[in-house]
């Protein structure tokens, strides 16, 4: 087929490929509700979800609703979660986003972005994550993955993560976002790695401008003059 030109025809070829190579794609965080997916997702921040998966099974047995966890305990908090870092301020998210959402939300995760992103410890990305994972709901979250394959591939310039949202979102339907997510982090994981991309075995790369850029070589400098 003839190669994709413009941003938005490369996004939709992307979408299509990566829904043929990841039929299976789905979060990674081990979540049965709402409740548990988003506090997963406020431990992922910087750290891998194999940990986190590590470590919610004994959170969520101590602190099984949100209502548990908005009287915890944040010494008791900080002792479970230590192993993802950064437990203090993710200590204080996790008791503060309970709080608001047995305050606020009647115990209930809200599921609109305008008051998911009022939530302690929830901007855009958790949000999306939370809106497409559990309730099938347009999002498109932008982690690092998505931002390095939508440079590479020629989807946006822009650096920051909303503006990424914002661009990317019109060029994908609107139900398919999602995925459209989970299998741009699967590829970056497992192809288009941050360090030495596998291009030769990437089923993007006959369009990709980053797979076509010429590979620089260094210049040789001169020797000084004797």
Request: hydrophobic share 35%; charged share 25%.
């Amino acid at each position: 087929m003839p190669r994709p030109r413009t941003p938005a025809g490369r996004a939709r070829e992307t979408n299509r490929r990566l829904a043929e190579a990841y039929p299976d794609a789905r979060c990674a965080l081990d979540h049965r509700n709402a409740y548990e997916l988003l506090a997963a997702t406020i431990l992922s921040a910087q750290c891998t979800d194999e940990r986190v998966n590590l470590v919610t099974p004994a959170l969520f047995r101590r602190y099984p609703e949100p209502a548990d966890l908005a009287a915890a305990n944040p010494d008791e908090v900080a002792g479970l979660i230590r192993s993802t870092g950064f437990y203090q301020n993710k200590t204080r998210s996790l008791i503060g986003m309970a709080v608001t959402v047995v305050d606020r939300f009647g115990g209930e995760v809200p599921s609109r972005m305008q008051d998911l992103v009022t939530v302690p410890g929830v901007g855009r990305k958790t949000a999306n994550v939370v809106r497409s994972v559990w309730f099938g709901e347009p999002g498109l979250p932008v982690d690092t993955h998505v931002t390095r394959l939508s440079h590479r591939l020629g989807l946006t310039r822009a650096t920051d993560a909303v503006r990424i949202e914002h661009e990317l979102n019109p060029m994908i339907p609107a139900r398919e976002r999602g995925l459209f997510s989970l299998r741009l982090i699967l590829h970056g994981r497992q192809v288009c790695v941050a360090r030495s991309p596998r291009c030769g075995g990437c089923v993007l790369a006959d369009f990709c401008p980053s797979a076509h850029a010429p590979v620089r070589t260094p210049s040789r400098r001169r020797p000084p003059a004797s």
